[in-house]
Every structure is written in structure tokens, then in C-alpha cells.
């Protein structure tokens, strides 16, 4: 028993033949038995649809029905499935046309019929093989064919100012003719004109500026900085002579050693007073250093841009017609005021006019060849007018399954055509579409090639009923989407071009990426320490922290707040509100600090000043433990502040810090016994310590032209200069003068207990703590301080080491290499696997396109936008590596099969890749925005976290890019020639 469904696809006027020759199958045919069976159905999704449901006693009784002159009538208007023991579905379509039916897969005429006089067994009959068929022809398909549309202006535009303010002329009404360039309406200009003038007159007095600055200083001023100089040459001469004289007298044990160290710290201060002046000189000779005429010329250009806003602003008060036109409608009235953006006329370029028209998708390839179109107009119904096909829509729509096409008629003299008249436009045809056409528009999948890469098709002889292999010619892949890879394909040399940038812009950009080991976020705490010796904790907390925490609440930034009073201290911590990241964090502490500012007055008096804490960012990378020993604690220090000097000029560090030093003090040591004895008292010392050394304004003296100032002397240059201070005591009934050296003991030391102690190894130690700048590479910055240090480890004697402690670029770099070495790792999973499953040529390209060329361009774009190598960038290209080799698997598997198949390698890799672009595209976005909400975070988590989502976007959006450009060509290149007698295979 055989069975097969025939669905009639015919139109309704052709329906009622169709069904006639289906019903006279039931009835034998010559030589063969007829259908047993022949029921009808109607299709359930489309009602005008029938299906006949046959069924035969043999397979034989079928391929006569088959081969009869009645069944082939039906075929350009059924669609036919064959079920059979022994055969599959044998499938059969075809569309209307002319000429030639060219096929798109391999037919397969499968009869085996036993010879005459052969005495082997009859061989089974080869089955019927499923084929689909397209009709295709030349432009005469659209001959005689209306399609109505309707007129619009060519350009069309609602103009509107840039600025707000209030119309001075609205000179146009609707109808008005304009030509490009002609005033349409005005603002009142004198806002705008006067900000110019403001704008020029500050560049003016900029530029005044820097014309001074360059020029130097005044005579007179030159003048009297010679007279400083003069005094200063004096005064260091007169000290130089001072020291000579006190050194002669010490070598003859004349005078004190402290009169010689005071005249010895006289000379230096002259001679730092005399360098000082003459090189004020310099510069009022000279004029102002380089950084300030640089700055000047900074305040130039901003004003310069300042002033070319303001002239824009004043041009954009003017509107003007973009191109000739006519106004269709007027939206605003003189004198009123108007909005930025808001529309104040319309303007139409009807010098030609555009009709659009919705052309079917079966004809849709044809209209390219269309060479020009008659068009008429219901309003004048006796003219017909010539124009020309000037756009072609790319997307059908769904439910018409219709493509919009745009044609261009010119404007006639005589009379006028105005936008949204009803229309009907014709192909024209002209003489040269009489004669025989040279080619042919078919679709891609029906080209085939042989063994040497001949092109050829298959063609059906109707009458005949016979196939034939034609050679055809190729032409140029035409298509009505813009088609990326096509593109690419047709223009190799700017493809192959913009991969070899990619390759040597991405490794640039990846050795230039800054490194890191976290991504840069913000501590949104700060700490307000307050001092206020002597009170209790609940004193502390009603006078001080209650009045700075009421202060504090009045900023809407603020989450949190909370404080801890201690005796004679308040601590108050400021929890910031998660969505103020780095870049708004330090207009917060700004406002905090003012609020701080402002409470201070009311503060009692014996408190200190608040003090904001708010640098908890940064983070020590590098720290170092500096060891003595043999020396004491002071040269150590010492020599760790000759280091830090060192180290914070080191490029890329931006901050270093010393942790374990001590506090200095210097200690009176004195018998209470011997202070009573002597009737002085510890205040009476205290009071005496406290009015010396103190630092004021003398005063200056006039003396002829020039003026003196007046430097008291008296300062503390030792701790043996406190031995030396006099207080007044009462011994014996009678005053005297005693020296504090004469009943006490001055000494350097350290506080005692120390407030923190570092030791290393054993030793007495001070850590020095460096931290990099933001966006710097800290790989980079480790090396210069490493080289850095070994030259300063040169200088130093012998018993001072210097010893890592922490070292967050050795992190870095090993973060960096196991990255590197997951990628490596994954290239070569990608090529082994894909060398097992598709060939080691599909597996090179996969792992190209699809990995390597992806991240490069990752990093391109990491660099453009500001994304430092970090455990979370790192993290998300390794989340990435098993999405990116998707697209390229999809696409080269594509191109294998097509080629395999025998088709063109150009069509085969075009094909492979648009068709399933925009689905793969699809898939690709969605696979990123799973990451989307850590990026939409406005919490810590976003701002820490954030970068990921943008990698992993990125480097898939690139995967998918590179797929539909690199992937095609290289498959075109690099896959293998189908082997013989495959090209003709079903894949």
C-alpha cells in the first residue's frame, strides 16, 4: 500500500481544474493500477487550502500517476509527500514564472528498470528524492502590474531654534516660498550679544595678562628688588665677617661655642636671604615661570571656547532655511516666546515629489532591474509622469508581506503636484527590454560547483520532463539588506587591513592597560575626631558630639551616623549613601566638611578642632620594613626620611607613608626636692617655657630708601639652648637668677610607653608604605620602585636593611600570567576539540576568530573607555572565553557544509553567516545582559563589580562581530575542497 498527501496551492481560478484532474486519479491508468482511496480536507490553518489524501495499491501504480501527461499538469500548482515502506517524503514545489525551473537541491532520478534479454534479478527501483524548484525570469514578470501609493515631499522638516527667548520676526506665513538660507524667524538677540561681549572682554584682559607676565616686572619694581638684593649682599657681608672674627676669637679660646654657633647660623640665614632675593630679581627680570604662563594660556583657551559658545548661541538665534522649500504650516506667533527645540514652522521641498509603493516579496528581487516607472495621479487623471526607483526597503511587513519602494518624480513646469495625492505607479517598459535578457537574478543555494569549481545549475525540461546540468556564469551577490559579510568579502584589502590593526592595536593597548589587583572603588565612611581635655564622657557627648551629629543630619547624602564619647574625646563615624561612587564621593566630604566648619563656633571653649578623616581609599601596595642595627632609633629615622623623600618622586606613586616612628619629646628631668629647696615651682617653668621661642612680627624699620625688618632673637636651635633659659627664684629671702641646666637635666628622647612600636625580624624597624595612583599600571610602578630602591640600597652603610613586606605588583603579575595562561589554555581545548569533532582547519579558525581576534579587540576597547587589567575585568574575559567561540562554531560549521555541498565558497561563507546572524546576535545579547543588574547596582557591588558586565558585553558583541566579518574569510581560505562525489551529497 502507498499513501501520499497532495496540498492544492493553486488560486481560485485554476482550483476547479486542479481538483478535476485529482479526481480522475481515482480510476486505473494504462498499465497500472488506480488509487483505491481519495479523500479530501481542508488545511486547518488556512481555509482555502485542500488536502487530498490518496493512497495506491503499489509503488509502481504511483510512478505511472506520476509520469501521466494529467499529473503533470498539476505540478506547478501542488505541493505532493510520498510515504512508502521503501521510500521517504518526496516533496515537490513550485512557484510561478517563465522560461526555466532551476533547482535547489540534488535531483535524483531514481528508476532502475531491467534490461531486455539480462538474465540477473530485477534491482530495487532507486526511491523518488525530494526536491524544491523556484521559477525565475527577468523583468517582464512585472509588466502590467499597478501598484497604488501615495505623494509626499521629497524633504520634509519642522524647524526649530537652539535657544529659548522671545520671537523678534516671524516673517513666513504658510506658503510662503523660501530658499536655502533666507531668514525665517529671530530671538531677540541681546541677551546672547551682551554674554559675548562679556566673554571677549575677560580673553582680552587674559591675554593682557600674559602679555605682562611675559614682559616681567615694572622699572620700578625691578628697582626695588635690586635694593633687596643690596640689602641682602650687606647683611650677608656683615655676617660673614661676624663668623670670621668669632672663629679667630674660639681658636684662641676667646669666646663661647655658642656665640660661634650663632654667628655660624647668621652667615647661613644671610646667604639664604641673598639667594632668595636675587632670584626674585631673576624673575622680575626674566617675567613669570613657565607653569604660570602655561596656566595663563590654559585660562586663554577656556575663555576662547567661551567665547565661541557665545557666538553660537547668538547664531543660533537666527533661523534659517535649510534648502528650498515651501511652508506647510506655522506652530508659533510673533513676539511669543518660544523653547529650545520647539517647532516653529514646516518646511517641504516639493521640487520633487517620492511615491511609495508596497511591492510583494515574490517579485521583490526583480525591481532592481526595473529601469524606469509611469506614474498617474487621481487629481489628474489625463497626464501620465516618468520617474525612477530611488529606495528599496530592506524588512517586509508581517503582515503584508509586502517591501516598501520609494519613486522619484520630478516637479512639472505646467502644473503642480502636491504632497498626499493618490497615485499609481507601472513599470514602463522601453525597447531594450524587447530584447532576449542576459541574465538571470536566482537565489545563492541553487549554484553548485564541480570537481574544478565550474559553477552550473540544474534546469527542468517541462515538456520533456527531463533534468539537465547547465555551466552558468556567476555575477555579483545582490541582495536588498545591507550584508556585513558580503561587504567585507566584496572590500578584502580594508578587511584584511582592519585585522592586522586590530592585532597590533589590541597587543599595544594590552601592555599599555593599567594593572591592578582590585578595581578602584570608594570608602563612603569618614571619621570627626574631637578633642576636649578635661571632660567627662557625658560632657563630651552633650557639648560636642550631640551638636556635631544635629549638623551632620542636615545632609541629604547621609545613611548612618555613629559616635563614641570618651572622656576628653568625641569619635563620630559617617556612613555615605551606596550610590555616591568616586566620582560624586568628593563633593560629599566637601559639604561634610563645611557642615563641620559651621558647628565649630558654637564648640565650648578648651575643645580642638574637628578633624575630618576621609582618605580610607587608598590603598598601600607596596610596603617596606626599614632595619637597623648598631644604630640608634634617630639615624634610622633619618635615614627613612632620606628614603621617603626618594621614593615619592618615583613615577606612579602617589602617596607615601611612614608607620611605626616614634614621637619625639624632650624631657626636663628635675628633683622635686631641689624645686622645693629652690622655691620654683613646675608652672613657673611651664609659664617660662611657654613665652619663648615663640614666632612673631617684630616690625620692620625705616631706615632712608629702604625698609628693615626687625627679627627678634632668642629662638631654641638646641635643646641646650632650654638649659640655657633663665628663671627667677627666691633663695634665701632674696631673688636669683638660675639656669634651667644649673637644678635640671635636658634630654632628646622618645614618648614613653610608645604609641605603636614596629620591629622586623627582631629588630627596631620603621615600615614605609607606598601607594600608586589611580589608573596606573601597578606592575609598571613596582618596577620603578624596585629599581629605585636597589639604587638607594647602594647608599646606605652597612647594618641599615631594606625588606619587602607586602608587594601587590608580584600579585598583579601573577594574576596576569595565570589570565594568560587560561587563555593559552583555552585556545588550545578549543583547538584540540575542534580538530577531533570538525578538523584541525575549522579548529584554527574557531580558535582565531572566535577567541583571539575578540579578546584583542577587548582590550582595545578597555583602553578607549578606561578599564584597568583587575581580578574583575580578568574574571569576566575568562567567564567569556566559553560564550565568544558560539558565533564562530555556528558559522564555520555553515561554510563546512555549504561547501561540502559543492555551492560557491563566496556564496558559502555569505550565506553561512547572514542567516543565522541576527539570531546569533539575539543569543549574544541575551547572554549579556544576564550580567546586566551587577552593572545596574547602585550599591558597592555595582561600582566594585560594575566592569564586569562591560567586559563580558564587549568581548561578546565583538565575538559576534568577528564571526560575520573574519570567520567567512577565513573559512573561504582555509577549508578544504569538497572530496569527489561528495559535492553532490546531501549534507
Not at 502507498?2 to 476547479?16: D, G, I, Q, W
Not at 524606469?372 to 525612477?388: M, N, Y
Not at 629662638?715 to 636669683?736: H, K, N, Y
Not at 565568544?884 to 555549504?898: F, S
Request: glycine share 6%.
Amino acid at each position: 500500500m502507498v499513501e501520499a498527501s497532495v496540498r492544492v496551492l493553486a488560486p481560485p481560478k485554476r482550483r476547479t481544474e486542479v481538483l478535476d484532474v485529482l479526481r480522475s486519479l481515482k480510476g486505473p491508468t494504462e498499465g497500472a493500477k488506480g488509487c483505491r482511496e481519495c479523500r479530501v480536507m481542508q488545511d486547518a490553518e488556512d481555509a482555502n487550502i485542500l488536502t487530498y489524501y490518496v493512497r495506491w495499491d503499489t509503488q509502481e501504480s504511483l510512478e505511472e500517476h506520476i509520469r501521466s501527461d494529467r499529473f503533470r499538469r498539476l505540478l506547478p500548482y501542488i505541493e505532493m509527500s510520498v510515504v512508502t515502506p521503501e521510500v521517504d517524503v518526496s516533496n515537490v514545489e513550485h512557484l510561478g514564472g517563465i522560461e526555466f525551473l532551476v533547482t535547489l537541491l540534488v535531483i535524483c532520478v531514481a528508476a532502475t528498470f531491467i534490461l531486455p534479454g539480462c538474465d540477473e534479478p530485477a534491482a530495487k527501483p532507486e526511491p523518488i528524492r525530494p526536491v524544491r524548484a523556484v521559477r525565475v525570469g527577468d523583468v517582464s514578470a512585472v509588466h502590467g502590474r499597478a501598484f497604488s501609493g501615495r505623494a509626499a515631499a521629497t524633504k520634509e522638516v519642522d524647524l526649530s531654534f537652539q535657544v529659548s527667548g522671545p520671537l523678534n520676526t516671524l516673517s513666513v506665513d504658510v506658503g510662503s516660498e523660501v530658499k536655502a538660507g533666507d531668514v525665517i524667524a529671530t530671538i531677540d538677540p541681546r541677551d546672547f550679544q551682551a554674554a559675548l561681549d562679556r566673554d571677549r572682554g575677560n580673553l582680552a584682559r587674559a591675554k593682557a595678562n600674559l602679555t605682562a607676565m611675559m614682559a616681567g616686572a615694572r622699572p620700578e619694581e625691578i628697582e626695588r628688588l635690586k635694593a633687596d638684593v643690596a640689602e641682602a649682599e650687606a647683611n650677608h657681608a656683615e655676617a660673614v665677617a661676624s663668623f670670621e672674627r668669632q672663629k679667630t676669637l674660639l681658636a684662641q679660646e676667646a669666646t663661647t661655642e655658642q656665640k660661634y654657633d650663632i654667628a655660624v647660623a647668621r652667615r647661613d640665614r644671610s646667604a639664604a636671604e641673598l639667594k632668595s632675593t636675587q632670584e626674585a630679581l631673576n624673575i622680575g627680570l626674566a617675567g613669570a615661570r613657565p607653569e604660570d604662563l602655561e596656566a595663563k594660556r590654559s585660562e586663554i583657551r577656556a575663555l576662547e571656547a567661551a567665547v565661541a559658545s557665545s557666538q553660537n548661541q547668538l547664531d543660533y538665534a537666527v533661523l534659517k532655511a535649510p534648502f528650498d522649500g515651501e511652508v506647510a504650516a506655522r506652530y508659533v506667533d510673533n513676539f511669543q516666546t518660544v523653547q529650545a527645540q520647539q517647532p516653529i514652522v514646516r518646511l517641504l521641498d516639493v521640487s520633487s515629489i517620492e511615491v511609495t509603493v508596497q511591492i510583494p516579496e515574490s517579485i521583490v528581487s526583480l525591481v532592481p532591474l526595473v529601469k524606469q516607472v509611469s506614474c498617474r495621479f487621481d487629481a489628474l487623471p489625463d497626464r501620465e509622469f516618468t520617474g525612477h526607483i530611488t529606495k528599496i526597503g530592506s524588512e517586509a511587513s508581517q503582515t503584508t508581506r509586502t517591501y516598501p519602494v520609494t519613486v522619484e518624480i520630478e516637479q512639472p513646469e505646467d502644473v503642480r503636484i502636491l504632497p498626499g495625492m493618490a497615485a499609481t505607479v507601472r513599470n514602463k517598459p522601453d525597447e531594450s527590454d524587447a530584447e532576449p535578457q542576459q541574465g538571470l537574478i536566482i537565489p545563492p543555494a541553487a549554484v553548485f560547483a564541480d570537481e574544478e569549481q565550474q559553477s552550473y545549475v540544474w534546469v527542468i525540461d517541462e515538456d520533456a520532463q527531463t533534468v539537465t546540468q547547465r555551466p552558468v556564469e556567476t555575477g555579483s551577490w545582490r541582495s536588498n539588506d545591507v550584508n556585513l559579510t558580503a561587504l567585507c568579502i566584496e572590500k578584502r584589502a580594508i578587511t584584511y587591513f582592519a585585522i592586522l590593526l586590530i592585532v597590533a592595536g589590541g597587543t599595544f593597548c594590552y601592555f599599555q592597560l593599567g594593572q591592578l589587583e582590585d578595581p578602584e572603588f570608594s570608602v563612603k565612611t569618614a571619621v570627626i575626631t574631637t578633642t576636649y581635655p578635661g571632660a567627662s564622657a557625658e560632657q563630651v557627648e552633650l557639648e560636642i558630639t550631640d551638636r556635631i551629629e544635629t549638623k551632620l543630619q542636615e545632609m541629604a547624602e547621609l545613611k548612618n551616623v555613629y559616635s563614641n564619647s570618651r572622656p576628653g574625646l568625641s569619635i563620630i563615624k559617617v556612613d555615605i549613601l551606596s550610590h555616591y561612587w568616586s566620582d560624586r564621593l568628593p563633593q560629599v566630604w566637601d559639604v561634610l566638611r563645611k557642615k563641620v566648619a559651621d558647628v565649630e563656633p558654637s564648640l565650648p571653649p578648651g575643645a580642638g578642632k574637628p578633624v575630618v578623616g576621609d582618605d580610607f581609599g587608598y590603598v598601600f601596595g607596596f610596603l617596606l620594613a626599614v632595619s637597623s642595627d648598631g644604630y640608634s632609633y634617630n639615624e634610622l629615622e633619618q635615614y627613612v626620611d632620606d628614603m621617603r623623600k626618594e621614593l615619592s618622586v618615583v613615577p606612579g606613586v602617589a602617596r607615601v607613608d611612614l608607620w611605626g616612628v616614634q614621637d619625639k619629646r624632650i624631657y626636663i628631668d628635675v628633683s622635686s626636692a631641689q624645686l622645693a629647696e629652690l622655691g620654683i615651682t613646675p608652672d613657673q617653668i611651664i609659664q617660662t617655657l611657654q613665652t619663648q621661642n615663640l614666632v612673631v612680627d617684630a616690625g620692620r624699620v625705616n631706615y632712608l630708601d629702604r625698609r628693615l625688618r626687625v627679627a627678634p632673637t632668642g629662638e631654641f636651635s638646641s635643646p641646650d639652648d632650654i638649659g640655657d633659659l633663665a628663671i627667677t627664684s627666691s633663695v634665701s629671702g632674696r631673688d636669683e637668677v638660675l639656669r634651667i641646666r644649673d637644678f635640671a637635666t635636658v634630654r632628646v628622647g622618645y614618648a614613653d610607653p610608645p604609641s605603636h612600636l614596629l620591629r622586623h625580624n627582631g629588630r627596631q624597624a620603621i615600615a614605609i608604605a607606598l601607594a600608586p595612583g589611580a589608573g596606573q599600571n601597578v606592575v609598571k610602578v613596582g618596577q620603578a620602585i624596585d629599581q629605585r630602591i636597589n639604587e638607594l640600597v647602594e647608599t646606605l652603610p652597612v647594618g641599615i636593611s631594606v625588606e619587602r613586606i607586602s608587594w601587590q605588583s608580584d600579585q598583579v603579575s601573577e594574576s596576569i600570567r595565570a589570565f594568560m595562561l587560561s587563555l593559552s589554555e583555552a585556545v588550545a581545548i578549543v583547538l584540540v576539540l575542534l580538530a577531533v569533532t570538525m578538523g584541525v582547519r575549522a579548529g584554527v579558525i574557531i580558535g582565531i576568530s572566535g577567541l583571539v581576534f575578540p579578546i584583542l579587540g577587548t582590550f582595545i576597547v578597555m583602553a578607549i573607555v578606561g578599564i584597568d587589567l583587575h581580578r574583575i575585568s580578568l574574571g569576566a574575559l575568562i567567564i567569556a572565553m566559553g560564550m565568544m567561540v558560539d558565533n564562530a562554531i555556528v558559522v564555520t560549521d555553515g561554510v563546512m557544509v555549504r561547501i561540502a555541498r559543492g555551492m560557491d565558497r563566496k556564496q558559502a561563507a555569505i550565506e553561512a553567516a547572514s542567516g543565522p546572524a541576527w539570531p546569533l546576535l539575539g543569543a549574544t545579547v541575551v547572554a549579556c545582559m544576564a550580567f546586566y543588574p551587577i552593572f545596574a547596582s547602585s550599591y558597592d557591588t555595582g561600582e566594585y563589580a560594575g566592569s564586569l558586565f562591560t567586559v563580558v558585553a564587549i568581548s561578546l558583541l565583538l565575538s559576534w562581530v568577528f564571526c560575520q566579518t573574519v570567520a567567512p574569510l577565513m573559512g573561504m581560505a582555509m577549508l578544504p575542497d569538497p572530496k569527489p562525489g561528495e559535492a553532490d551529497a546531501e549534507p
